[in-house]
């Protein structure tokens, strides 16, 4: 393409990139970008000058990793390599003594002298590349401040010499990959266009090497991404994104397009959101992973437009698809990060997304066990779904998720560690917040009481502990709403054997200094005291008999069966649906049923999973609001 073709960059970023081009007939008759018109005469010097050179090029085997925009480097781990750099795979003396400022200034001389030889330009170019990829103290700054970022510019233009243009991209790439300021350099010398322009390039590392430098000045901060994305990188990055792309440039492109999708921009949604939709379909689990990235960002701001592209059904297949052991992990949790997002808009979306089989991916990311990030990600979408309607709540109750939450908050320290404890103690609070009773009811027998009396011990921010005591009083609350045949509150007897007391008694000890907090605490545990001396004065006829049976027989006239399961961890298969039936027929017919207890002593143990309520009688028009 010639150099009049290519889209200038604007005003403050950029540089003159003046060039003298020389034939040389030895590359396909392509130019040699040189300042001076000094060529080599020797036929057989420039041939073994050409054949040094490609021997020189050495492929990078990393790239930066940059917060939450960076891509970590294929098959590496992330400290072996620095944020941005491209580190060649062998290790040259050469690198040893190249460390001085005065080395620099004789590369900056060499690079803007007019009469330097093709050679001491090749090697020159080497030289400042590998100073620039020790892994430690490169001297970037010195670099810049030499001037050798414009001399570069003069070079980067010969298509014709895709090797020169390769070690002139790896400079720039490794400057790109430090401080913010070394990155505006970079745009100041006026690279973008360039680099935009060898995004179409033939040759398969100087393309490669075009985009990862595009990757590290699109992570460094969203200012940087504008200025690219104003050159018009969208549609040649998306072009890319197919299988005849090289891997290593999908993954590159990938990660660039979802440091794009930060931004709130209109142009993003159709090239973009269609490109990443083909990157996360990509068989390799890199490309799909910084695709999924991208669709994450785009979910947050537009995710009608993200759902309207048929993404919904596509992420729960990636999920249901997975393995434990697969190499798609991190793929699954930015996918569920796609739809905690969607589940966060409207309705519609809600409905499009649990309609997806939602709750089957769910329970597939659970049992077996997955990794910490995807556990929580689970958890977040637990939470959400928690916050929205009633109907959405029963949805999630019947899938049997409730258990797994209270099975996290419960295991040792080796299974769940404090980031999981904490998101699945989040979406049982929000789930006790907004439930019906009955959902409420259903949440106690299955441990909600104990789970959330063991978060107390958790290390907990001041927002989640207030949260928290919220929700603790809502259950309080959940118990007086409901249908129950005596006075005294069983949850809050449930709540005195956790040891609740004492545990809101420390709490307010800790969070001492905030006045709402410790009142809150003194109330509940005013609260749950009061019932617990209810429930004394209630049962004095059992501590006064000495007949079992007796004692029994009051028992089952003066006790829910909530409260009798707790305190004697047994139920009957009769009891268990008579419970049920109350539910379905109200109060009015409760009574009739407490001749069906059967004898504990020949009782069936049931297991909490296994008791189940059917809040049949419960609908939206009842004037719930559980947002």
Known sequence: MDRGDQQRPCDECVADTTVAHITDPLVNGGTFAIHNDNVVEDQQARTDLHEAFEQMVIRPSGKVVNGMTSCPPPNSAPEEVSRGQAVPETDDSELARLTTTKDIAAIAATLSNRKSTPQAIIVAVRQCRMLLSHTNNRPTTEVINAGILPSLMCFISDDANPALQCE????????????????????????????????????????EHAVWTLGNITSDSIKHCECVLAHGAISPLSKLMNPSTPTATRELVAWVLANFCRLQVTSLISEGVTALGRGYDDEFAEVSFQSARGLAHLAAHCPEEVAARGLVPRLIARILGSTSDGGFGRTVAASLQVLNRLLEGPDSLVKIVVEADLFSALNHCLQPRRPNPIVCGVYSILTTLF????????????????PHLVAELEAETSVGDTETKTAALGALVVFSTN??????????????????????????????????????????????????????NTYALIMSE????ERLTQLAQKHSDDTRIVATARRIVSK???????????????????????????????????????????????????????????????SSDSEQWANPASATRVCPQQITRTPGFITESDGYDAR
């Not at 300021?181 to 360039?194: K, S, T």
């Not at 919220?470 to 309080?476: C, D, G, M, N, Y």
């Open 168 to 207: 002139v991209l790896w400079v720039l790439t490794n400057v790109a990959s430090d401080q913010t300021e070394h990155v505006r350099a970079v745009i100041e010398a006026g690279a973008i266009p360039w680099l935009l322009h060898l995004v179409g390039s033939t040759a398969a590392q100087v393309q």
């Open 387 to 402: 916050s929205k309607t009633v109907a959405v709540i029963q949805t999630a109750c019947d899938a049997a998720l409730i």
């Open 435 to 488: 439930a019906l009773p009955d959902h409420v009811s259903l949440g106690v027998e299955h441990g909600l009481i104990p789970a959330l009396s063991m978060g107390l011990d958790l290390n907990l921010d001041r927002q989640l502990v207030s949260t928290l005591l919220q929700a603790v009083e809502s259950i309080l609350q959940a118990w007086e709403m409901g249908f129950h045949p005596f006075s005294f």
């Open 498 to 501: 956790c040891h609740v007391c």
């Open 528 to 590: 749950i005291e009061g019932e617990v001396n209810d429930e004394r004065q209630s049962l004095s006829p059992i501590r006064e008999s000495s007949d079992k049976a007796e004692d029994i027989s009051i028992i089952k006239e003066n006790m829910s069966e909530p409260l009798y399961l707790w305190r004697f961890g047994i139920a009957t298969e009769t009891s268990v649906a008579s419970e049920q039936r109350n539910l379905a027929t109200g109060p009015e017919q409760q």
